[in-house]
Structures are given as structure tokens and as C-alpha cells.
Nanobody, 124 residues
């Protein structure tokens, strides 16, 4: 049982950077795998990046192209996504997600808890 709240979205020009944060409450944060998803206008929601409960294991979608970095701060119950070299194609609502940790399971599916999302708009 966790509640998730995203922040850090906004309007930026192409080539600039943005850092998203997700604050978790209501559960033991260190027992959950975490992930970022996004939904662009007219498209389905897609996986962006995932991270294991300890922060040692990560997974990234090809769309990040090495530009994104996912991290977590367990003592602060916080998940982050550093996005560099942003492109107009990155424009979307970004969602934070959580699932009970399961070693060996793909980070790309199985999330039961979701935030309400934060808007990221990249203009050229």
C-alpha cells in the first residue's frame, strides 16, 4: 500500500535537461521495485526506466538513448528520473509506478501502484 506523487515536470526547450521526482508514502519504500512510464498525446503508455528495491539493478527503454538516468533515495522515500538532451518526442505525461520487489522479474511490467503523473513539454 503506497501512495505516489510526481513532481518536477514543466516546459523546456529541446536540448535542455529536467529532473523528475516521485515521493512515496504509506508503505515500506525499500521493499518495492520502481519505474517511470510515460504517455504521449494519442499514444499508449510506454515503459521508460525501472529500478530494483536497492537501486543496484536498472533497466531503460531504447527511447532514452542513454539520455535518462533513474535513481532512488530509500531513506527519503524518493524516486528520480534525470532527463538530459530532451527532444520534442519526449513530450508526455510521466508516471511513477511501484510493485512488490521480485528478484529476476522484468522491470517492464507488473506495477500495481501509480501516481497521477506530471506533464513534460519539450519545445523546439
Amino acid at each position: 500500500q503506497v501512495q505516489l506523487v510526481e513532481s518536477g515536470g514543466g516546459l523546456v526547450q529541446a536540448g535542455n535537461s529536467l529532473r523528475l521526482s516521485c515521493a512515496a508514502s504509506g508503505g515500506t519504500f525499500s521493499t518495492y521495485d520502481m519505474a517511470w512510464f510515460r504517455r504521449a498525446p494519442g499514444k499508449e503508455r510506454e515503459f521508460v526506466a525501472g529500478i530494483g528495491r536497492s537501486g543496484l539493478s536498472t533497466d531503460y527503454a531504447d527511447s532514452g538513448k542513454g539520455r535518462f538516468t533513474i535513481s532512488r533515495d530509500n531513506p527519503k522515500n524518493t524516486l528520480n528520473l534525470q532527463m538530459n538532451s530532451l527532444e520534442p518526442e519526449d513530450t508526455a505525461v510521466y508516471y511513477c509506478a511501484a510493485r512488490p520487489s521480485y528478484s529476476g522479474r522484468s522491470f517492464r511490467t507488473g506495477y500495481a501502484y501509480w501516481g497521477q503523473g506530471t506533464q513534460v513539454t519539450v519545445s523546439s
